[in-house]
């Protein structure tokens, strides 16, 4: 997943140092892949209620944290 150039998110007018910035859009990879085999484990439960179109957005959530 493609994280912002640094300065392209305008902070002016507020506190947040570069370091701050720099943590705020740091993507804990492993830890969201666990949160998609969860994810996968709760919409079993829903079975064919579940509209497709959540469970094509989680694979193409996981994808992109596999990239």
């Given at each position: 997943?493609?994280?912002?150039?640094?300065?392209?998110?305008?902070?002016?007018?507020?506190?947040?140092?570069?370091?701050?910035?720099?943590?705020?859009?740091?993507?804990?990879k492993e830890a969201w892949l666990?949160?998609?085999?969860?994810i996968k484990a709760n919409y079993?439960?829903?079975?064919?209620?579940?509209?497709?179109?959540?469970?094509?957005?989680?694979?193409?959530?996981?994808?992109?944290?596999?990239?």
């Amino acid at each position: 997943m493609a994280r912002p150039a640094p300065g392209a998110i305008n902070t002016s007018g507020t506190k947040v140092t570069a370091a701050e910035m720099d943590e705020l859009l740091n993507v804990d990879k492993e830890a969201w892949l666990a949160e998609v085999e969860s994810i996968k484990a709760n919409y079993v439960s829903y079975g064919a209620k579940l509209p497709k179109e959540l469970a094509e957005q989680l694979e193409l959530l996981e994808s992109k944290l596999k990239k």
